[in-house]
């Protein structure tokens, strides 16, 4: 669910996964694992993904994948 949640924030924002990648300053494959479930991002990363994109993240347990 997390991972399908980075991808609406990344599309919505308009970049593409290498754009957002160069500005996490992380490779375009780790980003594609995220949004693939096949990796999970730290806290940090997702607040990043979402400041980057424009998205106020009201609620993220720490302990779960779930952001609302």
Known sequence: ??????????????????????KLNISQSTLSGYETGYSMPNYDTVEKIAEICEFDIMFIDKNSEEII
């Open 1 to 22: 669910m997390l991972g399908k949640r980075i991808k609406q924030m990344r599309t919505a924002a308009g970049f593409s996964q290498t754009a957002l990648a160069q």
